[in-house]
């Protein structure tokens, strides 16, 4: 990567350069007014000629000159308090050209929908306070005998102290809005009104924290951080440490830092970790001053927390990916917490990588930049070997805990000796029977929801597959209901084969939903609770569902990776993991790393009190190299291993990758497309790149639409984008649609 500097306006400017909110890749030039010089700037929202109306957009650079002819007069600026600021109209810059994505689409991004939209206003506060000096003896007795409600008003202002809040006010003395005017207009009280804003944990209470004693590791460790928070040149640090090391409180201690030195701090949480849990460890510690950007905020609580960070009243910003555009002013200390989570990828477009570019912003704005994670990615333990990224290591948990014992089940064996597959080992129904019986939780693992994730009819073949996406039906018993997990496509489960009318149908494979019924056979008087995208649908389902757990109404809790991050339970001593090679055999270079991740994490979860925790993991292919690792919770021996076999081929991270994707309804015009533009390519691309395909994705059918890829090799986006844009410009949408997608997660 390269950081080229954001765009200062020249002196003198007159001209700025507007994205229109509309879908077109390009900026447009209009000429600034006299009256509005000097405050149209970068980052500016303002109304704009365009075609035969009005369109508000965003300037993205302001210029002295223009080589347009005629120049359009900007009309006006639109809410100055809610332009972008400047140093993330750079940052638009730079993704719109790394990730080869439409300008306006990038600048996009960067503000929430509901302050785009600009519809919302803020709340509004009213207090009705009497008049001063009043001759209350006279006026009192006056209003009894012609204005019975409005001399109740006075006495209960009077009672009050003088000022009470409108809404209730009306509502202590029964009375409606037009009496209160009423007594406005006669001079005796005052409307006063303020904004305030929406508390999102009005009915929170969250205990103060302390900072706590560091550990000599996680000393070294801010050490590290601190270093480079003062140093004239920002570094990026990639914080090593294993499960339960302390990597929260080195976080903390920075940011506290980060805060005494007048400067605003970013923490980035996978969306799946933004639990109530994470958000009190922040809370706890700064109070007020935090801001939790989480999916579960209403539009206007959005609105309110994106002003009060614009407004410099909140100074540390935790959220999901899309935190990382938080507008605070001095930006000290970017976060990204658990920075190999695929979610920091943003699968439409524009198609960023909130970790890659925390990194980018953190050089715009020479901020420190700490990545950490028990299991980084390739890409940053590559960043650090090429010297771009500093290592800092926790090698052990706190209090010098032992790691949890991993125990492996070879399910070859235990299908041999048992005549048949089996779901739940002996060994795994032992260690959840003693557990249970010392009075301490279980947690297991399987990355699949459902019942079975195939339904076959034994006598004529017949599978139930998605008529609009290459896959089968994942069988839902509890709801009776196949349902596709590419498309969200429901159907009433058949009680018969539709195929041959027979009823002996099966259903195969294995999902989260059978492992609880199966456990509520094996373990009666247990009580179990499921946590996966089907249980947690609603807002409050998580919560619940954890603080069950937590106060141990549930026993044994059943997941997917939902549970496999950031949970910290004392009486969990132990995981077990239903099917390890359950994704690592898929056609992905990244099968590997993504299982190690997998495994480490839930491993993770066991023994985080007292006791040692153990891991019982069950698989088929017990000698895997991943696995085998995963064991001895081996990251470096992992790295090594991986790393040699990347550089062997040339994959990421020792290169960078591209797709292209082709997408259509006709699945000739899709291939045709493509090929098409790989021959428009292949002469323009540089030297060293390679061009792979077209070919069929993994998935060849997603909601009807035929899917096609060409893998380019070798890539420097930043080059390559230039060469790209006017291809995929060519492309008429309609028919088929093309885009690209850097340094790619899933290539399915
Ligand atoms: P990680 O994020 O690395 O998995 P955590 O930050 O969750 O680890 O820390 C694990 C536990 O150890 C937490 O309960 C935390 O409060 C505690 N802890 C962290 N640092 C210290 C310390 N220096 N002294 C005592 N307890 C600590
Ligand atoms: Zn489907």
Redesign the pocket.
């Known amino acids: 990567m390269t950081f080229p500097n954001a765009n200062k306006p020249e002196p003198g400017a007159a001209v700025a350069k507007v994205v229109v909110n509309l879908s077109l890749d390009r900026e447009f030039d209009y000429r600034i007014p006299e009256r509005l010089r000097g405050r149209v700037r970068i980052g500016s929202r303002v109304f704009v000629p365009f075609g035969h109306g009005e369109r508000i957009g965003y300037v993205v650079n302001v210029v002295a000159t223009s080589t347009v002819p005629l120049l359009k007069d900007v009309i006006r600026i639109e809410n100055e308090g809610e332009q972008i600021p400047e140093n993330l109209v750079a940052l638009a810059r730079w993704i719109a050209d790394y990730y080869c994505c439409a300008r306006e689409v990038a600048v996009r991004a960067l503000i929430p929908a509901v302050v785009r939209k600009g519809t919302l206003l803020r709340k509004v506060r009213r207090t009705a306070v009497l008049k001063p000096d009043l001759n209350l003896g006279e006026i009192l007795p006056a209003l009894e005998k012609k204005a019975k409600k409005r001399a109740a008003i006075v006495r209960e202002l009077v009672r009050l102290g003088g000022r009470c809040e409108v809404q209730k006010l009306l509502h202590l003395v029964k009375a409606g809005a037009a009496t209160l005017e009423g007594l406005a207009e006669k001079g005796l009280v005052t409307l006063e009104q303020e904004n305030v804003d929406r508390d999102p944990f009005a009915n929170d209470t969250v205990l103060p924290t302390v900072p706590?004693?560091?550990?000599a590791d996680?000393a070294r460790a801010l050490e590290q951080v601190m270093t480079s928070m003062t140093a004239p040149k920002a570094q990026t640090i990639l914080l090593h440490?294993v499960?339960?090391?302390?990597?929260?409180?080195v976080y903390l201690q920075a940011m506290a830092h980060c805060l005494e030195q007048g400067r605003d701090a970013i923490v980035l949480v996978p969306e799946i970790a933004l639990t109530p849990q994470t958000m009190e460890r922040f809370r706890g510690r700064f109070g007020e001053t935090v801001s939790v950007l989480h999916s579960g905020l209403s539009d206007g609580e959005r609105y309110d927390e994106w002003r009060r960070i614009r407004d410099g009243r909140a100074r540390i910003v935790v959220g999901a990916r899309s935190a990382l555009f938080a507008p605070v002013g001095r930006l000290g200390l970017i976060v990204v917490d658990e920075e190999h989570e695929t979610t920091y990828k943003q699968d439409e477009a524009p198609r960023y990588n909130a970790r890659d570019v925390a990194v980018v912003r953190g050089s715009f704005e020479n901020a420190t930049v700490v990545l950490g994670s028990?299991t980084p990615s390739l890409e940053s333990a590559w960043n650090c070997r090429a010297g771009k990224y500093v290592m800092s290591v926790?090698p052990s948990r706190?209090?010098n805990q032992v790691m949890p014992v991993m125990e492996v089940i070879d399910m070859r064996s235990e299908a041999m000796q048992r005549g048949g597959p089996q779901i739940f080992s002996r060994r795994l129904e032992t260690e959840i029977k003693e557990t249970l019986e010392r009075g301490e939780q279980v947690i297991l693992f399987l990355n699949r929801r459902g019942y079975a994730s195939q339904m076959l009819c034994t006598k004529c073949g017949y599978v139930a597959e998605c008529p609009d996406c290459s896959t089968t039906y994942t069988y839902h018993k509890h709801r009776a209901e196949l349902i596709c997990h590419l498309c969200g496509r429901v159907l009433p489960a058949p009680k018969k084969c539709p195929g041959c009318g027979d009823e002996k149908i099966r259903f195969s494979g294995l999902g989260t939903e059978k492992i609880e019924a199966i456990c509520g056979r094996l373990f009666p008087h247990a009580s179990l609770g499921r946590m996966d995208s089907d249980t947690m649908t609603t807002k409050d389902a998580y919560r619940r569902t954890l603080n069950s757990f937590r106060a141990g109404r549930i026993q044994i809790l059943i997941g997917t990776q939902m549970i496999a991050k950031g949970l910290?339970f004392p009486n969990v001593t132990l995981v077990g993991i239903i099917f390890a090679d359950m994704g690592l055999h898929m056609p992905d270079f990244r099968a590997g790393e993504r299982t190690f991740q997998l495994l480490v994490q839930v491993a993770g979860r066991a023994g985080r009190g007292e006791a040692t925790g153990r891991v019982v993991v069950q698989t088929y292919t017990p000698f895997h190299m991943v696995l085998q690792h995963a064991l001895r919770h081996d990251w470096p021996g992992f790295l090594e291993d991986e790393l040699a076999t990347r550089q062997a081929l040339l994959l990421p991270p020792v290169t960078h990758m591209a797709v292209l994707h082709f997408r259509g309804e006709n699945e000739t015009k899709v291939a045709d497309t493509a090929l098409a533009f790989l021959e428009a390519l292949r002469p323009v691309l540089p030297a060293g790149t390679d061009a792979i395909g077209p070919t069929p994705c993994t998935i060849a059918k997603v909601r009807g639409r035929f899917r096609y890829q060409i893998s380019l090799r070798n890539v420097n986006m930043l080059r390559l984008g230039p060469i790209l844009r006017p291809l995929l410009a060519r492309q008429d949408r309609n028919e088929v649609e093309a885009y690209v997608d850097a340094d790619p997660y899933s290539l399915m």
Do not use: F, N
């Not at 706590?212 to 550990?215: E, G, I, P, R």
């Not at 499960?243 to 409180?249: N, R």
């Open positions: 706590l004693t560091l550990t996680q440490g499960t339960g090391s302390g990597k929260t409180e028990a926790l706190v209090d910290h």
